[in-house]
T-cell receptor, first 112, second 111 residues
Framework: SQTIHQWPATLVQPVGSPLSLECTVE??????LYWYRQAAGRGLQLLFY??????ISSEVPQNLSASRPQDRQFILSSKKLLLSDSGFYLC???????????FGDGTRLSIL | DQQVKQNSPSLSVQEGRISILNCDYT??????FLWYKKYPAEGPTFLIS?????DKNEDGRFTVFLNKSAKHLSLHIVPSQPGDSAVYFC??????????FGTGTSLTVIP
């Protein structure tokens, strides 16, 4: 069966520090991969998605970037975190577009 | 701009009764809709979906209704069980990759 791993579960970082969140999927090949953020009181907002290695689409301009160095690995990064980057970050995968997305357990990121 | 709205932040229901969670959307191009369930400290779990060619989809105790003219989606849980207590998100898409999520409704089923 397919599983998705996302870590760390919680992270506290100072303003201006770098960020790297990693997500890996097991049990499937060539999945579509997604990064979402949920800010307090808001719905999930799609940040990036990828349909293949090295292919990244960005949905909103921001201080973050994403990379897909391997088929089942998706990384969310920032060179310098801002206070506004605080939130709950979720990685997800799907078999195809317009199919249900399956989520990891998320990372709670707090910026101090 | 919130294209998918869940106007009720919370809902309490007695065990065994029906739970009805509502969702409204503004984009008439949306053609695929999903409901997710989320427990604390976990990611959302896919529950049920419906495409715009249908107006109802049923899976066990869960039924999703779609009213395209009203741009309204609802999830019915019958009978409600204490284990159903969670936050429920609706989501909608017109392109497949870009899903728009509501802010969630916290359901409490009282034993």
């Amino acid at each position: 069966s397919q599983t998705i791993h996302q870590w760390p579960a919680t992270l506290v970082q100072p303003v201006g520090s770098p960020l790297s969140l990693e997500c890996t999927v097991e049990g499937t090949s060539n999945p579509n991969l997604y990064w979402y953020r949920q800010a307090a009181g808001r719905g999930l907002q799609l940040l990036f998605y990828s349909v293949g290695i090295g292919q990244i689409s960005s949905e909103v301009p921001q201080n973050l970037s994403a990379s897909r160095p391997q088929d089942r690995q998706f990384i969310l990064s920032s060179k310098k975190l801002l206070l506004s980057d605080s939130g709950f970050y979720l990685c997800a995968w799907s078999v195809l577009t317009n199919q249900p997305q399956h989520f990891g357990d998320g990372t709670r990121l707090s910026i101090l | 701009d919130q294209q998918v709205k869940q106007n009720s932040p919370s809902l309490s229901v007695q065990e065994g009764r029906i739970s009805i969670l509502n969702c409204d959307y503004t984009n008439s191009m949306f053609d695929y809709f999903l409901w997710y369930k989320k427990y604390p400290a976990e990611g959302p779990t896919f529950l049920i979906s419906i495409s715009s060619i249908k107006d109802k989809n049923e899976d066990g105790r869960f039924t999703v209704f779609l009213n395209k003219s009203a741009k309204h989606l609802s999830l019915h849980i019958v009978p409600s069980q204490p284990g159903d207590s969670a936050v429920y998100f609706c989501a909608a898409s017109s392109t497949g990759n870009q899903f728009y999520f509501g802010t969630g409704t916290s359901l409490t089923v009282i034993p």
